[in-house]
């Protein structure tokens, strides 16, 4: 069911995504072990990694999924203990990765073979899936949340990629959850600055399809929604899958057009407030151009350089730096002739108040 609010795990929920999946596969086929999958919350990152990786153990690739969200509410200072035990019970158990193992001679697994203990030793653990033979998918969803390690823990993934050449590491996350906070990959201290990433983008559904993922999703409840309501629904709430979905499912629950559009309004800027915010703490100047471009834009749609310079008064090079991060994290989109827009309605509505 296409208005079903978890995360899809099966391809065949998936409403579009193909290419996606297939660069997905061609990476892995091509042996790449570090792959992003980034976008903005509620685009559907979660339900395109287990739908994929699902999909993939047909090619006989083997994932473990750690859930960083669980990682870190238990001990969001010392996340290595989740991380160990799921990759562990993954190889003890009688999952994928498990039937893999149970092949690789010489290997025997018991409870007390290994003494996770307190602090667990990751490198012990990884090394252990290593010895698979093929290569093993380990994702970290939502990987942002992993930052709030006390140990950095991008030193221990920068020497995954070197050493273990049977483990593929996948993160998903918001771009700048992920690249900025986290794994850091433009700061030339990181431990993985320079590593080369596979980086899947999933883009904001068009206006087609997002009215044919309404289309579909009222076809399998039954209902049959007038398409004034839809077109309303699709310019205010823009091409995120989640928030359509929440559109849908409040619908189904007998809200009118009204009351959903509302309610899923006010979440959707909830949760831009709360992604704009990590980029925020990098440099308040970003929320000024996003304001200034918000204000200059009326009636036109979009703002001139020149006066986005003059509203923020920062000098041309640092404005085209912070327009150029606001642009590759999605936030802003180039109109042509020196003019930038805001391309999320939701997003223009946030920054306009
Ligand atoms: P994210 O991990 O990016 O926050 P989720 O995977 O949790 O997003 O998806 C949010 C909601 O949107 C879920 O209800 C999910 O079922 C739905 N969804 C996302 N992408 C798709 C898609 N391509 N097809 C069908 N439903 C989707």
Same mark, same amino acid.
């Given at each position: ?127 252990? $899936?290593?010895? @698979?033979?093929?290569? *093993?998918?380990?994702? %970290?969803? /939502?990987?942002?949340? +992993?930052?709030?390690?006390? !140990? ?112 899923? $309004?006010?979440? @959707?800027?909830?949760? *831009?407030?709360?992604? %704009?915010? /990590?980029?925020?703490? +990098?440099?308040?100047?970003? !929320? ?66």
């Amino acid at each position: 069911m296409l208005f079903d609010v978890r995360p899809k795990t099966s391809i065949r929920e998936l409403f579009g995504r193909k290419a996606e999946y297939l660069v997905f596969r061609d990476a892995l086929k091509r042996g790449r072990n570090f792959i992003l999958i980034t976008g903005p919350r509620r685009i559907g990152k979660t339900s395109f990694l287990y739908a994929s990786l699902n999909e993939l153990v047909g090619d006989g690739v083997p994932h473990i999924v750690i859930d960083t969200r669980a990682a870190t509410s238990l001990n969001s200072r010392y996340p290595h203990r989740v991380i160990a035990e799921g990759v562990y019970k993954a190889l003890l158990g009688r999952s994928v990765v498990g039937s893999v193992l149970s092949k690789v001679k010489g290997l025997k697994l018991g409870p007390l073979e290994l003494d996770l203990g307190d602090k667990p030793d990751l490198v012990e653990v990884f090394s252990l $899936l290593n010895r @698979a033979g093929s290569p *093993v998918v380990v994702a %970290f969803d /939502e990987a942002q949340y +992993l930052r709030f390690s006390n !140990e950095d823990l991008t030193r221990f993934f920068a020497w995954v990629l070197d050493a273990l050449q049977n483990v593929v590491l996948v993160f998903t996350g918001s771009q700048v959850g992920i690249l900025e906070s986290f794994l850091r990959l433009y700061d030339g201290s990181s431990p993985l600055f320079g590593r080369y990433e596979v980086r899947i983008r999933l883009p904001r559904f068009n206006p087609s399809e997002s009215l044919e993922f309404l289309e579909r999703g009222f076809e399998e409840a039954g209902r049959n929604p007038n398409d004034e309501e839809l077109l309303s629904t699709i310019r205010t709430l823009d091409g995120i899958p989640g928030w359509l979905v929440h559109y849908g499912a409040s619908r189904i629950d007998g809200l009118t057009h009204e009351e959903a559009i509302e309610r899923v $309004l006010e979440k @959707a800027m909830a949760y *831009v407030m709360s992604e %704009f915010r /990590e980029l925020s703490r +990098l440099s308040p100047r970003y !929320e000024l151009v996003m304001k200034a471009v918000a204000g200059l834009s009326e009636g036109i749609g979009s703002a001139r350089l020149e006066d986005i310079r003059e509203t923020v008064s920062v000098d041309d090079r640092s404005l085209r730096n912070y327009i150029n991060r606001l642009i590759d994290y999605g936030f802003l989109e180039p109109a042509g002739h020196g003019k930038y827009r805001i391309p999320d309605p939701v997003m223009y509505r946030v920054f306009k108040r």
